[in-house]
Each structure stands twice: as C-alpha cells, then as structure tokens.
C-alpha cells in the first residue's frame, strides 16, 4: 500500500491531484464552462503507484491530460494555494515519517 497517514485517505499524488482539480474546476466555473471540466481518473480497486502523475479528463476540450497539464492552465493566485496546500501534505508527510 502506497504511503499514507492512518487518518488520510488517499497517497501524497492523489490528495495532491484532487486539490489541484478543485481549483482547476472552480476556475472552469467562473468562465461559464463545466463544472466538473477536469475530472480525475483512477481505479481504486488497484494499488496507486505515489509517484505517478495520475490521468484526468478535460471534459471540455474532450482530452486526456495529466495533474501536470492542468497545473499549468490554473492561474498564479490558483496556484499559490495549490503549492501552499502541497507544502502542507508533505510538512505532514515528514512529520509521520513518510518517505514518498
């Protein structure tokens, strides 16, 4: 099983993948277009590799992309409180002693 802390969830690559997806869909939201634009593709019946960059489907542009792509569209005041929240998974990832 991949890295994580008892109470969490989900690895490091997929907490990480859902915030930046909460920010890329709000920011599809206020220009009108989906609200789920951006939707993450993983099977949770399989171990998730936490080093991958997990797939996403832009339902808009009717894509497969990845976590990396749709961090390049989010805009700079977006992206300032993904890397905040980011910094924040891996402060919490060393304090339990976590590798990945």
Known sequence: MPS??????????MEYAL????FANAEARTKGESTFRFQLYANIHEPLDPES???VWDEV???????????CRV?????????YQYRNI???????????
Do not use: C, F
Request: cysteine-free.
């Open 53 to 55: 960059d997990l797939a």
């Open 75 to 83: 805009s700079a005041e977006h992206l300032y409180w993904i890397n």
């Open 90 to 100: 891996l402060k919490r990832m060393a304090r339990e002693g976590h590798t990945s």
């Open 19 to 22: 915030i930046v997806l909460r």
């Open 4 to 13: 994580q802390s008892p109470g969490e969830l989900y690895p490091p690559n």
């Open 61 to 71: 542009d009717e894509a497969w992309l990845t976590v990396s792509d749709v961090v």
